[in-house]
Nanobody, 124 residues
Framework: QVKLVESGGGLAQAGDSLKLSCDGI????????MAWFRQTPGKEREFVAS???????????EIAKSLQGRFTISRRKVTNTVYLQMDNLQHGDTGVYYC??????????????WGQGTQVTVST
């Protein structure tokens, strides 16, 4: 079956870095959009970053404006993997981080496949 598996979450101190990974299984996502969202209790799922295939065989990258300069997204095509590098973590970055694939855009409804999430907790 098709699934996405996230890893790399955990407990961090403010100012630390974490790198999240998402492996696509059962389907090739090389030509598909892949993205990261996050969610905290009582809030809507929030867009973090995305990487989308474009004409010319390159990937366009979008990162939420509030996270630019601290978060980056990258792809490893040969292993069907997308990464989220998070630097200078802040308490407000705490939440469950979800990998999404098979779509595009900055809203959850734009994606067909989702991982089960990985918890990131940032202490002060």
């Amino acid at each position: 079956q098709v699934k996405l598996v996230e890893s790399g979450g955990g407990l961090a101190q403010a100012g630390d870095s974490l790198k999240l990974s998402c492996d696509g299984i059962g389907r090739s996502f090389t030509g598909d959009g892949m993205a990261w969202f996050r969610q905290t209790p009582g809030k809507e799922r929030e867009f973090v970053a995305s990487s989308v295939w474009r004409i010319g065989q390159v990937y366009d990258v979008e990162i939420a404006k509030s996270l630019q300069g601290r978060f980056t997204i990258s792809r490893r095509k040969v292993t069907n993997t997308v990464y989220l590098q998070m630097d200078n973590l802040q308490h407000g970055d705490t939440g469950v981080y979800y990998c999404a694939a098979g779509g595009r855009g900055d809203t959850p409804s734009g994606y067909a496949y989702w991982g089960q999430g990985t918890q990131v907790t940032v202490s002060t």
